[in-house]
C-alpha cells in the first residue's frame, strides 16, 4: 500500500513503509502547508527545479535528517554547498531505492534560486514505490513527449499543475492525462497565490467525462493507492 499525503502547492509525501519519499517540499513560506508537513523525516527527497516554491525546505530537512536530494546537476551542486546530501542527475537519469526506482524526465519551465538568475534545468520524476507508479510533473506547460512518459510503464497516480499563468492550467492538465494515460490525477500547483486560483467545482466540470479519477487533495489529506 502507498500513502500520497499532499502538503500543500507541489508538495507531497509519497510513504510504503519505512519510506517516505518527500517532493518539492515548500513548507516554511507555504500557506496550505499543513501542520503534518513540520517534523517529517524522508528518506529520500525528490527537488524538480530550484524556484523557492519547490526547492524550499530541502536543503534544512537534508541536513536534520541525513537524507539525500535527488535533482538536476547543476541544482544539486548548488544544494551540496549549503549543506546538504546530494544525488545529482540529469534529464533520463534512473536510480534504484530500496523502496523501488526514480527516473528523471524534462519539464517546460525554468529554474533559479532567488539570488542566481538560472541553475539548471527543470524536471518531472517517475516514481516507483511499493508495486505503484507515481508521476509528480514539477512545473511544467503541455508537452508532446509526455506521450513517452505514458509509454515507459502503466501510471496510477500522476500529479499535474493546474493554475495556469506560470504552468499548464487546467484544460492542459486534462490534455496530459490523455498523454500519460494515468488512472488518477491529483491537481497541485493551484491557489497558493493570488492569480493561479481554481475551484474545486471547476476542476470537476473539466474532468466530468474523463476516462480518469479526479482526486481532489486538500492539504494534509491523504490518499491510499491500494
Not at 135 to 162: C, K, N, Q, S, W
Request: with cysteine; net charge negative.
Amino acid at each position: 500500500m502507498v500513502e500520497i499525503e499532499y502538503l500543500g502547492h507541489s508538495a507531497f509525501a509519497l510513504r510504503h513503509g519505512k519510506d517516505i519519499v518527500l517532493i518539492d517540499p515548500f513548507i516554511n513560506g507555504n500557506p496550505q502547508a499543513p501542520s503534518s508537513a513540520i517534523g517529517i523525516k524522508p528518506t529520500l527527497i525528490l527537488v524538480s527545479h530550484a524556484h523557492s516554491d519547490h526547492s524550499g525546505d530541502a536543503v534544512e530537512i537534508s541536513k536534520r535528517c541525513g537524507c539525500p536530494v535527488l535533482t538536476t546537476f547543476e541544482v544539486g551542486n548548488r544544494m551540496a554547498e549549503m549543506g546538504a546530501s546530494v544525488i545529482s542527475a540529469h534529464i533520463g537519469g534512473e536510480f534504484e531505492f530500496p523502496f523501488g526506482r526514480v527516473k528523471l524526465f524534462q519539464a517546460v519551465h525554468s529554474s533559479s534560486f532567488d539570488d542566481i538568475n538560472s541553475v539548471g534545468v527543470p524536471c518531472s520524476f517517475l516514481i516507483e514505490i511499493g508495486g505503484k507508479v507515481v508521476y509528480h510533473a514539477g512545473d511544467t506547460a503541455l508537452f508532446g513527449d509526455m506521450r513517452l512518459i505514458g509509454e515507459e510503464i502503466p501510471i496510477d497516480v500522476a500529479m499535474l499543475p493546474v493554475g495556469g499563468v506560470f504552468t499548464m492550467g487546467l484544460k492542459d492538465a486534462v490534455r496530459a492525462m490523455s498523454f500519460l494515460r494515468a488512472k488518477v490525477m491529483v491537481p497541485m500547483h493551484y491557489g497558493t497565490f493570488e492569480g493561479i486560483f481554481v475551484s474545486e467545482d471547476r476542476m470537476n466540470q473539466c474532468c466530468a467525462n474523463s476516462s480518469f479519477q479526479l482526486a481532489i487533495l486538500r492539504p494534509g489529506q491523504r490518499l491510499t493507492v491500494p
